[in-house]
T-cell receptor
Framework: SAVISQKPSRDICQRGTSLTIQCQVDSQVTMMFWYRQQPGQSLTLIATANQGSEATYESGFVIDKFPISRPNLTFSTLTVSNMSPEDSSIYLC???????????FGPGTRLTVL | AQKITQTQPGMFVQEKEAVTLDCTYDTSDPSYGLFWYKQPSSGEMIFLIYQGSYDQQNATEGRYSLNFQKARKSANLVISASQLGDSAMYFCAMRGSGGSNYKLTFGKGTLLTVNP
């Protein structure tokens, strides 16, 4: 299985600030994804992190609010900008090992915005 | 568009018994994959089992098996010999064409409680 790490594991932030979440995978994957899980809800895809190009965002998510970088195959960051309490969620990154059908998830970042 | 439906918000099972968690799906893709993940209270998403749409055999992984009925568009998870540590949220998910590169669509989840 792929090993995916994220940091921070949790954070408590003030309204109006920004937080950058890092995701590192242990091997080269073709694509990485960022998901949001609001309290008591299922996972919703924010965007696909593309290496060397702009991320592909899902409907309802915009780059100004959730800028994403992927400078190389094994590392990506998600920034939650100008946070409000509605951004309180678990943010998870995922990736798939090339040649397999399985997607693995990082441990998640539990964000609370006050 | 892809859609995953999990109709059981919560399920209870006695320790050592088997339990089935329901999942139905809808897609227009000719090739797709179905996943089950476990999410304990810690929040991490743990991969359990995968079934490809063209796989002839139902997938099994230890105590987990996937009852795949393609004509009925269902992909139920069966957990045999339940353990207290199986208490968690369980999510069914689907990917479309494109192998492991393709994004996942998730159901709303089922909260499983295993009673001693």
């Amino acid at each position: 299985s792929a090993v995916i790490s994220q940091k921070p594991s949790r954070d408590i932030c003030q309204r109006g600030t920004s937080l950058t979440i890092q995701c590192q995978v242990d091997s080269q994957v073709t694509m990485m994804f960022w998901y949001r899980q609001q309290p008591g809800q299922s996972l919703t895809l924010i965007a696909t992190a593309n290496q060397g190009s702009e991320a592909t965002y899902e409907s309802g998510f915009v780059i100004d609010k959730f800028p994403i970088s992927r400078p190389n195959l094994t590392f990506s960051t998600l920034t939650v900008s100008n946070m409000s309490p509605e951004d309180s969620s678990i943010y998870l990154c995922s990736g798939g090992r090339a040649g397999t059908d399985t997607q693995y998830f990082g441990p998640g970042t539990r964000l609370t915005v006050l | 568009a892809q859609k995953i439906t999990q109709t059981q918000p919560g399920m209870f099972v006695q320790e050592k018994e088997a339990v089935t968690l329901d999942c139905t799906y809808d897609t227009s893709d000719p090739s797709y994959g179905l996943f089950w993940y476990k999410q304990p209270s810690s929040g991490e998403m743990i991969f359990l089992i995968y079934q490809g749409s063209y796989d002839q055999q139902n997938a099994t992984e230890g105590r987990y098996s996937l009852n795949f009925q393609k004509a009925r568009k269902s992909a139920n998870l069966v957990i045999s010999a339940s353990q207290l540590g199986d208490s968690a949220m369980y999510f069914c998910a689907m990917r479309g064409s494109g192998g492991s590169n393709y994004k996942l669509t998730f159901g709303k989840g089922t909260l499983l409680t295993v009673n001693p």
